[in-house]
Each structure stands twice: as structure tokens, then as C-alpha cells.
């Protein structure tokens, strides 16, 4: 038994009143209603739907196979279907995309309905898609820029180191200043070209996903950093870490930069480094601690900006762009960075990878 009369009355009342698109299927997915915001976007007559089945609409344009199974998922168990992208070229509106989101109710009297509620997000789409282009376009200019920068700056750097050796000593104390600048800022230009070819070479190429184990990875990254770790005195000490599914190499890159922060930045004592990572659902959360010299609250954000830095060239080394390496590897992951720490009381980063 279906709704009728008066209660149906009412709920084709309350369903108009609604923004979204809406269907209302039947357990045989038969649609039984639909509100005035359907009608106007996909361009139906009431009855050109009605009692039709949801995969006849509009020629066979609903008829997506993985669609029919979640659907029929709902009518005979108690699965409901959250966030399900739809593409598709509708007739007369042109191609569409529709998060389609459907549950079972059950009214007060009467079989068992779906309820099917639809966004239209092709305007976000779009401005996805461009950003997406823009982005790479960017990537792109960085790359090249910084690629084509290096041989004339070789020349320059090259030429100087050459003067300085040859004529120190020769011209006057000015002079030997001046090349001992010239060379000091050729090396710095140098290192900020280097640190930007890898900032636009983290999404200039597809991530290489795959099951990888960060143990392993760990492993490359102490490697990588032992003669800091020696020199430092650095500890660095982690719980067991999970196989994840990442890029080995920008996850290597991930845990190098988030471990040379640690170690770079400590205070008085010798560094000391914690790595540890817990499930969440569908997701790990892995956390850096270290007992360094902390940053502010207000600079949070501020230190996952590229070329941002916090200190004086002369209080620590580095172009400041190892964080916004980092951050950007975290989100190419799909997944999220962040920092909780205080001024002189060590920091913690935090990052989310998918299970």
C-alpha cells in the first residue's frame, strides 16, 4: 500500500517546499512521487514519470548498472547510499554531474520507499576541473623557470668562485667582501631554485600508489639524515608503523622533511623525535613529535606557505619550503597536515593517510 489521498497531499506539499531534486521510489523502483525542483531540472512532465520504472526515465538515461545494484541493495537490506556521483549527458540539459544520495523509509502506513535526493554540482565541477588545469599549468611554468634558471646561474657561480680564488687577497678588502657576497648569494639562489624544481616536481607526475610499508620508508628517511642525526646527537625513536597505501618515494620525502624540522629545530637539549601512527576508520593518523624550540600558535598556518620562514637566514639553514613540500605531498595523498605545539615546548605534526 502506498501513500494516498490526504498524506499524500501533504507529502508532495512538504517535498515542493524542498531545494533538492527528490524521488521517491517504490520498492519495485517505481517512481510514486517527485517535487517541482525534479521536474525543473531534468525537464519531466509528472506524467512521464510516474510509475515508470527509475531506469526508463529520459530514454535509459538512468539506467547506470552500479546504480540498479545500490538501489537494490536498499530494497532488500538496510544499506543506504551516501555521495554517489552520477555523470551523465541528460537530454536538453546537457551533461550533468549529480551527487545522489538515497535512504529507506518507512512511512507510518504502507510498503517500504526509497527516497532519492540529488545536487547538482557541475558548476563545482568546472571550477574543479579549471583549478585542477590551472594548477598544473603553474606546476608546469615552475618547473621549467626553475630548470632553465640553473645553467646561467652555474655561470654566474662558477665565475665568481673563480675570481674569488684567483684575485683574493689582489684587490682591496672591499673588493674580497663584495665576491664573497656575490658567491654567498649565487649558493642561496641556488639552493631556493633546487627546493623549487622539487615543490613542482611533487604534482607534475602522477603518484605512483601502491601497498607501502613505512617502516621501510622510515628506514630510507634516517638513512637519508644520519649525518644530521650524528652531528645533532638527534634520538629518534617511533611505535610500529602500517603498510599504507602511498608513493614510496613522496612518503620518503614526507617523513625526511617532517624528521629534519625536528631535528633542526631543537632547542638547548639534544633533539629527541616520536613517530607514531593510529587507525581511524578509514584512515591513519601519523604524528611527528619532537621536544624543540616550538612555534606559536598565531604561525601555524603560516609555516606550510612556501618560501615562509620564521627565523633569520642566519639562525637556521634552508630556503623554507621543506613544510609546503610536505603539506602538499600530505593532500596529493588525499589526506590532511596540521601542527599543535607552543613556543619553546615542542611541536607535534600531524598527517592523515588513507587505509
Request: charge should be negative; proline fraction near 3%.
Amino acid at each position: 500500500m502506498t501513500l494516498s489521498g490526504a498524506p499524500q497531499i501533504l507529502a508532495q506539499t512538504v517535498l515542493d517546499t524542498l531545494r533538492e531534486p527528490l524521488l521517491v521510489l517504490d520498492v519495485a523502483l517505481r517512481v510514486k512521487m517527485a517535487n517541482r525542483s525534479f521536474y525543473r531540472t531534468f525537464r519531466f512532465k509528472p506524467e512521464e514519470t510516474e510509475n515508470k520504472l527509475i531506469y526508463e526515465l529520459g530514454d535509459g538515461q538512468w539506467n547506470i548498472p552500479k546504480l540498479r545494484v545500490l538501489l537494490e541493495e536498499i530494497c532488500f537490506g538496510d544499506k543506504q547510499v551516501e555521495d554517489f556521483e552520477v555523470e551523465r549527458d541528460f537530454a536538453g540539459i546537457g551533461r550533468r554531474f549529480l551527487v545522489l544520495n538515497a535512504r529507506r523509509i518507512q512511512p507510518e502506513t504502507g510498503q517500504p520507499m526509497i527516497l532519492i535526493a540529488l545536487e547538482d554540482i557541475s558548476e563545482r565541477k568546472k571550477i574543479e576541473r579549471e583549478l585542477e588545469r590551472s594548477n598544473r599549468d603553474l606546476e608546469q611554468f615552475a618547473y621549467v623557470a626553475s630548470h632553465d634558471l640553473q645553467e646561467p646561474l652555474r655561470a654566474v657561480t662558477s665565475f665568481t668562485q673563480l675570481l674569488a680564488k684567483r684575485y683574493k687577497g689582489k684587490l682591496d678588502s672591499d673588493a674580497d667582501e663584495f665576491v664573497a657576497y656575490i658567491v654567498d648569494g649565487a649558493a642561496r639562489m641556488y639552493r631556493l631554485i633546487n627546493d623549487l624544481l622539487e615543490y613542482a616536481r611533487v604534482g607534475s607526475h602522477e603518484a605512483e600508489f601502491g601497498a607501502t610499508d613505512c617502516e621501510a620508508v622510515l628506514a630510507d628517511a634516517l638513512s637519508n639524515l644520519g649525518s644530521a642525526i650524528e652531528e645533532n646527537g638527534a634520538t629518534v625513536t617511533h611505535d610500529p608503523l602500517p603498510t599504507v597505501m602511498a608513493d614510496r618515494d613522496r612518503l620518503s620525502r614526507l617523513f625526511q622533511n617532517l624528521l629534519s624540522n625536528a631535528i633542526k629545530f631543537h632547542s638547548v637539549d639534544p633533539p629527541v623525535v616520536h613517530i607514531s601512527a593510529r587507525r581511524n576508520e578509514n584512515e591513519w593518523l601519523f604524528s611527528v613529535r619532537d621536544n624543540g624550540i616550538g612555534i606559536d600558535p598565531e604561525h601555524f598556518e603560516r609555516v606550510f606557505l612556501i618560501f615562509k620562514r620564521l627565523h633569520g637566514m642566519g639562525e637556521y639553514s634552508g630556503t623554507g619550503i621543506g613544510l609546503a613540500i610536505c603539506r602538499k605531498i600530505v593532500e596529493h595523498h588525499g589526506g590532511e597536515i596540521w601542527i599543535e605545539s607552543q613556543a619553546g615546548k615542542g611541536s607535534t605534526f600531524y598527517f592523515t593517510m588513507r587505509v
